[in-house]
Structure formats: C-alpha cells, structure tokens
C-alpha cells in the first residue's frame, strides 16, 4: 500500500492570482473541467484556472479532497452497512459545516463548482441558497441578498394583483 501511496500523480493547479497547488490527481478529477484537460494530455504544466481565486480554489480542493478520501473505504476490508451509513452522515454533516461561510465566498464557490464542473458542490452550494430563501417574503430575500427594489409602488401592487395566487 505505501508504494501505492508514494505513485499518487500530483497535479498542479494554478489560480487566477497565480497561486499553485498540488494536489492528488484523483481529487483534480472530482472536477470535470479539469478531467477533460489531464484526459487531454494538458495537465503536465499545470492547470490555469483563470477564474478561481486561491481563496475559492483551496476551499474547492478542500471539498474534493473530503469527498474522494471519504468515499474510500477503510484498508481492505469492506464496511459494514451501519458503518457507511454512518460515514455518509458523517459527510452530510461535514458539507453543512462546509458551508457556513460569508454570502460572497458562498457565491465565489457556487461561480468556481459550475466553471469547474463540480456537480455535488454545485448542488450543495446552490441548495444552501436555495434554504436561505425558502419561506421568505420578496421583501426579506431583497433583505438578505441585499437587493433594490426597481418597482415603483403603483408597478408592485399590479404585480401582486396579477400574481395574487402566489402571495395566499
């Protein structure tokens, strides 16, 4: 197993701010952008990632990271069932807290997972959004995302006649 461990091909990723990281080829490949490149022969100068940050890009490979290592399982031998049951909860509760930061670094990951083509932390981040607009009135999610209101009062009220099966 260590030989193995020392064989892992270590891919370089290069930020928009011109930060590198190495990181294991299997968690670059958590990225489907980034699968295309290294199964294209493009990845043996490193990766640029012109619209990542090293901000955004560390949280992103910390995500990957999480997610290819907790999908393995332990040694050789094969987990019981209550064990990856409780391995999958354990991940489920480590992407919650993952997600507990600021409202832009939570917009910068939702722009890096689609550039990337991360769909589990594309629907994680979207589906956090999602949450915090959830039972809100229109005037709450203006609040929260801190948004104008463009309508004059007279264009709001017609809107509201119009959709007034949407507001009961």
């Not at 190495?22 to 290294?38: D, G, K, L, N, Y």
């Not at 670094?105 to 959004?129: P, S």
Request: charged share 30%; glycine share 2%; with cysteine.
């Amino acid at each position: 197993m260590a030989s193995a461990e020392a064989e892992k091909k270590m891919i370089t990723l290069r930020s928009s701010d011109g930060e590198e990281f190495e990181v294991e080829e299997a968690v670059a490949m958590e990225s489907q952008t980034i699968r295309h490149m290294i199964e294209d022969d493009c990845a043996d100068n490193g990766i640029p990632l012109p619209n990542v940050n090293a901000k955004i890009l560390s949280k992103v490979i910390e995500y990957c990271n999480k997610h290819v290592h907790a999908a393995k399982p332990a040694d050789d031998a094969a987990p019981a069932a209550a064990d990856a049951s409780a391995g999958a909860e354990d991940l489920k509760n480590w992407d919650a807290e993952f997600v507990k930061v600021d409202q832009a670094t939570l917009f910068d990951l939702i722009l890096a997972a689609n550039y990337l083509n991360i769909k589990g932390l594309l629907d994680l981040t979207c589906q956090t959004v999602a949450d915090m607009i959830k039972g809100k009135t229109p005037e709450e999610i203006r609040k929260t995302f801190n948004i104008k209101n463009d309508f004059t009062p007279e264009e709001e009220e017609e809107i509201r006649r119009e959709n007034q099966w949407a507001f009961e």
